[in-house]
T-cell receptor, first 113, second 111 residues
């Protein structure tokens, strides 16, 4: 079964700093990739997704992620974070043609004003 | 925009009691899921459900757990005899193709 690794457990940044959160998955076949965000006290919301095509995908709120197949990675980036980006970020993967999704452990992002 | 709903938002129960967590998936979706998130930990897959049967379940989903789609709209998770370690946030999700839509979750507290 596929698995997902998020190496950064807690990231602390100041406003306007650039963000990159790592995500690596293990599965040899075709995958669908997702980033979800969970704001404090709220449920999971989809930030962006990759199914096929351009490996650089843009999501909501200025986030983007790049799929690098050779590195089995799908890192999340944002050029300039805001205090309101403080949240937990989860990378997830599902196998192509299979709906079952597996999540990484999550990365807590704290943005200091 | 259609959304997944879950009730109740918070359920408190005593150890050994049965609980049923309810979910109403998006109406034209075909695949349904339950996930669990213990406080401070990652989201864990419990079970997926398609065509009125379980399609996959994790090792967490033991005999104490069951799922049901009793009618055309509800999707329920039952825990027969709750344990303290079942305390968690339980998320329901549904999808038509590959993107899953999550409900707001039910916080289960077992005392």
């Amino acid at each position: 079964a596929q698995s997902v690794s998020q190496h950064n457990h807690h990231v602390i940044l100041s406003e306007a700093a650039s963000l990159e959160l790592g995500c690596n998955y293990s599965y040899g076949g075709t995958v669908n990739l997702f980033w979800y965000v969970q704001y404090p006290g709220q449920h999971l919301q989809l930030l962006l997704k990759y199914f096929s095509g351009d490996p650089l995908v843009k999501g909501i709120k200025g986030f983007e992620a790049e799929f690098i197949k050779s590195k089995f990675s799908f890192n999340l980036r944002k050029p300039s974070v805001q205090w309101s980006d403080t949240a937990e970020y989860f990378c997830a993967v599902s196998v192509y043609n299979n709906n079952d999704m597996r999540f990484g452990a999550g990365t807590r992002l704290t943005v200091k004003p | 925009e259609p959304e997944v709903t879950q009730t109740p938002s918070h359920q408190v129960t005593q150890m050994g009691q049965e609980v049923i967590l309810r979910c109403v998936p998006i109406s034209n979706h075909l695949y349904f899921y339950w996930y669990r998130q213990i406080l401070g930990q990652k989201v864990e897959f419990l079970v997926s459900f398609y065509n009125n049967e379980i399609s996959e379940k994790s090792e967490i989903f033991d005999d104490q757990f069951s799922v049901e789609r009793p009618d055309g709209s509800n999707f329920t998770l039952k825990i027969r005899s709750t344990k303290l370690e079942d305390s968690a946030m339980y998320f329901c999700a549904s999808n038509l193709l590959y993107e899953q839509y999550f409900g707001p979750g039910t916080r289960l507290t077992v005392t």
